[in-house]
């Protein structure tokens, strides 16, 4: 693995998260929780030199591609497409207001986003059935899928995770966003997931389970694809904290989508960015 | 639907009085797991702090987990999980928080619950309540908003609900849920659940009959049939139209969209002679459509002007509220065909209210309606 400079990574996933408070406090709607759980794995692709991309093309058509299976995150991938030049920063505080072209989930109109998605559950078929017409075109790109556990009951999820074994996807990278909550409820308690990397390496998939907010483990993981010979598909396991990054968020059911006001907004800024405020 | 009123406490309870739409569900939720040990509710959002909108809040620590839980997203397993726990004597009250997260479940309701009775020469009954809402306010958009009561009601075997009010929950649901041996879907309204009704009272000879539709204002010149929310428009339509303009409307208003009243809609288009349909979805192929049908096969002379329907813009919903505005019928829209029915006259003169928005007022009104 080339040099990483892991301090630079963490400023920017503090960023990011910033980024996120400031379009969901301003807009007054989004889920902060799971934007914030999914933020280091997102840094890590973008930041991180893992993904192939060029925000001055993105349609490239050797690009890697990134489906945001867990659309209620967009806020997390706007902050980044953002700041890579994908469009202008100026867009993020119109977040789900009038006239912007930022909605509360990702679409394809937005420069850098891959596919429609919020509707929970479609993401890693959409995302199979990219990898196998590149898979059928010879075209050397890669796919990512990143999906929360809360989808993962859906039973399409484990429909697509089927045929992607069956036709050796091994071009197909699902990362599991693991912050063990689903909407106002824990996932353990709700519907249990677990040993959930026991059952995608029964369904034929090589897994890998990796704490999501460690850059060490996230570049590890994903560090060997360009050279990876399996034929199977790839199931990165990120466990991650919902609402990451701000002390009372962390792990509260209250921040799947709640919106920071008064006191608590202030405690998030400074946790967030220590200088704040500025003069 | 039925001639029958059952025993039903909660109208007894609240007859005379006022309760939210919001109230009601609760009430009729509490009622259901009283009265019977068997019933089960389970979906997203049931148990936890915010209780499904309030409508099963804390009902989990009053009656067990084991009776009131959540759910995975995991739609189409919950309803084939319904179907087993119904066969088995259980009734289940399973909710979607939208409408549009029971579309992931469609082949178990329509092609299991829905045929079941039929399939099997009426030897097993699926006795459950689906319940869904309906998102409304702006910014619910494509995926959050859909108003698919025709979907389910073209499907023999499924009785789809559509209450308006909080007397039409308080007298439903609990038929529905202690007497009513199939399975039914009731489409609740996002913006209904704020306001505040004044229940009938309840009498030996109380109008609301459980599965029927109400007719809910007489009138001479104009019958309006309409569906859910739809059915509070037009009476503000029609106290509009009877203070600015002498027009008396009659109202229907639908609520059992499967089974409707089809005498009662014969009767009032025979003795106003026009008639306009008012649905929370979308016109073609849907219950204006099926409206239009009825007068058309029963009583085709009986309309002295052209039908006329009003329903969402066919396309899918905006999340712009400019838009949205313009997806949706309003107080202005409804008033402005009962004109132009009434009058003949796309030029009538009549001066329409100065209201564009519905979400605007449903979100500041509390009622009493």
Partial sequence: ?279 | MTNSTNENSLMKIFSGNTATYRESLFHAMDDALSRNPRVVIMGQGVADHKGLFGTTLDLANKYGSDRVFETPLAEEAMAGIALGAALNGLYPINTHMRVDFALCCMNQIVNLIAKYKYMFGGRFECPMLIRMVIGRSWGQGSQHSQSLQSFFAHVPGLTVVMPSCADSILTDYPYIIHSYSGPVISIEHRLLYDVKFNIEQTTEHSSNKPLSSHLVRKGTDITIVATSIMALEALRAAQYLSKNAGIECEIIDLNCISHPDKEMVMNSVNKTGRLIIADTGWQAYGVCAEICRIICEKSPTSLKAPVITLGTQPTTCPTAKTLEDYFYPNLQTLTDAVARTVTGKASHGILLPDEHSMADVYKKFKGPF
């Fill in chain 1, 1 to 279: 693995m080339k040099e990483i400079d892991f301090e630079n990574l963490k400023k920017k996933a503090k960023w990011v998260r910033r980024q996120i408070l400031e379009m969901i406090a301003s807009a007054k709607k989004g889920h902060i929780g799971g934007a914030f759980s999914c933020t280091d794995i997102l840094v890590a692709l973008y930041y991180g030199g893992i993904l192939k991309h060029d925000s001055r093309n993105p349609l490239w058509n050797q690009r890697d591609r990134l489906i945001l299976s867990k659309g209620h995150s967009g806020t997390a991938l706007f902050a980044i497409l953002a700041d890579l030049g994908y469009f202008d920063a100026k867009e993020l505080p119109t977040y789900c207001k009038n006239s912007s072209m930022l909605g509360g989930h990702p679409d394809r109109r937005i420069p850098g986003i891959e596919a429609d998605t919020g509707s929970l559950g479609h993401g890693i078929g959409i995302g199979a059935g990219i990898a196998l017409g590149a898979k059928m075109d010879g075209a050397g790109y890669r796919v990512f899928v990143l999906a929360g556990d809360g989808e993962c009951s859906e039973g399409s999820v484990w429909e697509a995770i089927v045929f992607a074994a069956h036709h050796c996807l091994s071009n197909l990278t699902l990362i599991v966003d693991r912050n063990r909550q689903c909407v106002l409820d824990f996932t353990e308690d709700c519907a249990p997931l677990d040993p959930l990397a026991n059952k995608l390496e029964a369904f034929g998939w090589e897994v890998r389970d990796i704490v999501g907010h460690s850059f060490k483990e996230l570049l590890m993981s994903f560090g060997d694809l360009p050279t990876r010979t399996s034929s199977k598909p790839l199931a990165i396991i990120a466990n991650t904290v919902k609402g990451k990054g701000v002390s009372f968020m962390e792990g509260k059911l209250k921040w799947h989508h709640s919106i920071p006001t008064g006191d608590e907004l202030a405690i998030a800024r400074k946790e967030l960015d220590p200088d704040w405020p500025r003069d």
